[in-house]
C-alpha cells in the first residue's frame, strides 16, 4: 500500500513539474516565442531585435526599437515518440510503440512601445510549453505509460533605458501560468498485488493516477543589457529568475518546486558591404537547483488504491543537471522585401538517472530554415521550420514492484507563423 502511494506521488511530481517548465527547460525545449527565431535556431535572438518578440529573450532590446512594433504568431509541435525494445520485469517483451507523439498549437503575441528616444516598455504572452503523449489503453505497462498533457503560459510586462549609444539595459516581470493532465493505470500485475494487500479485487485499468487540468501560478524576473559595437555588431547577455512554482490538484492535493534560473548570451554581425549577417547564443538553464518537489495535503484523496497509510507530506528527489544550448545561424538580405535565415543547435538533456518514457529526454540536434516577406513598409510576414533530432535513450523505470527497461527516441517538427508591423 505504501509502496503504491509513493509511486502515485512520483507521478504527480512528473505531471506538475513538467507542467510549469519555462521554454528553456532542457526536458523539453520547444521555444514558442517566434517564427523569425525558429528559422536560425533561436541563434542570436537575445540580440538580434528584428521584430517585437525580441524582448521575450532579452527586454533590453526593446532599446533598439524607435518605432511601436508588434508581432502576432503561431507555432505548431509535432513530436514524434518510439519506445523501443522494451521489457516488462524483465521477461515480458512488449511491442514497439511509434505513435506516442502528438501535435500541440502554441501561440504568441508581443508590443513594443517606445516612449521616448530613452525608455520603452512591452508586453508579451507566449506559450512556455506544449506538447501531448499517449500511450494506448491496453499497452502492457501501462503504469508507466497513459496520458501526459501539458501547456504553460508566460505573461510578461518590461521596460528598457538606453543609457548611450553603446549601452542599453531592461528589466520584466514574468507571471507563469500551469496546466496539466496526467493519468496512469494499474497494469495486470499491479491490479493483482493491490487486490492482495487491500483484501478485494482491484480491476485492471484503475487509475494510479488521474490529474486533470492541475494548475497554479508563479511569478519570476528577468534582467538584460544590450552593447552595440556599430549598428552591424551588437552583443546582448540576459538573465531570467525563474521561482519556486506551487500547484494544486482537482483533490487538493498541494505541490512545490524549483524551477531553473536561465542565462543567455548572444551575438549579431553583419558583414560590412554583403548582404550576409551571422549570430550566435550559448544559453545555459540551471536545472541543477531542481533537487526536490515537496508535496503537502496528500491525505486529500479518498481513492482506495493511493489513498496514504501514513503522513501527509513528502519530498520527491530528482538527480537533473544544468542543461546548455549552443547556437550558430545566418540571416541573408537577398532583396528589400525578401530575407532567408538558418540556424543549427545543439541542446543537452537535463535529465540524467531518472528517465521516463512518457517524457523521454536525450541530447538534440535542431536544423532549422526560414524566410521573411515584407508586405509593405511597415509589415513582414515570416515562417520558419525545425526538424528536431533526438538520440536513442535507454530507460530504466522502476515503481511499485515492477520494472520497464525500454530505448527512447523523440523527434520533433516545429512550424511556425508570424506577422509583425511598425507604426
Do not use: C
Request: charged fraction near 20%.
Amino acid at each position: 500500500m505504501k509502496k503504491t502511494r509513493l509511486y502515485q506521488k512520483t507521478l504527480l511530481a512528473v505531471a506538475i513539474g513538467l507542467v510549469t517548465q519555462q521554454a528553456s527547460a532542457a526536458g523539453f525545449q520547444l521555444n514558442a516565442q517566434s517564427a523569425t527565431g525558429l528559422g536560425r535556431a533561436f541563434a542570436g535572438d537575445a540580440v538580434i531585435a528584428d521584430n517585437a518578440s525580441s524582448m521575450a529573450r532579452n527586454a533590453a532590446t526593446m532599446a533598439l526599437f524607435d518605432k511601436k512594433a508588434l508581432s502576432l504568431g503561431v507555432e505548431t509541435i509535432t513530436t514524434k515518440i518510439d519506445v523501443k525494445n522494451a521489457t516488462y520485469n524483465g521477461a515480458i517483451p512488449i511491442d514497439d510503440v511509434d505513435d506516442a507523439g502528438s501535435t500541440s498549437i502554441a501561440p504568441n503575441f508581443h508590443l513594443i512601445v517606445p516612449v521616448n528616444n530613452t525608455f520603452a516598455w512591452g508586453v508579451s504572452a507566449y506559450t512556455n510549453f506544449g506538447t501531448k503523449t499517449e500511450f494506448s489503453d491496453d499497452y502492457i505497462a501501462s503504469e508507466y505509460g497513459g496520458k501526459t498533457d501539458l501547456k504553460s503560459l508566460n505573461l510578461g510586462l518590461a521596460g528598457s533605458y538606453r543609457l548611450n549609444q553603446q549601452w542599453s539595459f531592461g528589466a520584466g516581470i514574468d507571471v507563469i501560468y500551469g496546466q496539466g493532465t496526467l493519468q496512469r493505470y494499474a497494469s495486470k500485475t499491479i491490479a493483482q498485488a493491490s487486490s492482495l494487500k487491500l483484501g478485494s479485487t482491484v480491476p485492471t485499468g484503475t487509475a494510479l493516477v488521474d490529474v486533470d487540468k492541475a494548475d497554479g501560478w508563479a511569478v519570476g524576473f528577468n534582467l538584460g543589457t544590450v552593447y552595440e559595437v556599430d549598428e552591424n555588431n551588437r552583443f546582448g547577455l540576459a538573465y531570467h529568475y525563474s521561482p519556486r512554482f506551487t500547484a494544486k490538484d482537482d483533490y487538493g492535493q498541494k505541490i512545490t518546486l524549483p524551477l531553473p534560473d536561465i542565462a543567455e548570451f548572444s551575438g549579431f554581425h553583419k558583414i560590412k558591404d554583403t548582404k550576409f549577417a551571422v549570430h550566435y547564443s550559448i544559453q545555459w538553464i540551471g536545472w541543477d537547483s531542481f533537487d526536490n518537489i515537496d508535496f503537502d495535503n496528500l491525505d486529500a484523496r479518498q481513492s482506495p488504491l493511493v489513498r496514504a497509510t501514513s503522513g501527509t507530506s513528502y519530498k520527491k528527489p530528482y538527480q537533473w543537471h544544468d542543461g546548455w544550448h549552443y547556437s550558430i545561424g545566418g540571416t541573408y538580405y537577398m532583396t528589400e522585401a525578401l530575407t532567408l535565415r538558418a540556424g543549427y543547435m545543439y541542446d543537452t538533456s537535463a535529465q540524467d538517472q531518472l528517465t521516463s518514457i512518457s517524457v523521454p529526454d536525450s541530447d538534440r540536434q535542431w536544423f532549422s530554415a526560414g524566410v521573411g516577406y515584407k508586405l509593405s513598409k511597415n509589415s513582414t510576414i515570416d515562417f520558419g521550420a525545425t526538424y528536431l533530432l533526438g538520440d536513442n535513450e535507454d530507460v530504466t523505470e522502476k515503481g511499485s514492484g515492477t520494472v520497464l527497461t525500454a530505448t527512447t527516441k523523440a523527434d520533433a517538427i516545429l512550424l511556425g507563423l508570424q506577422f509583425s508591423h511598425t507604426f
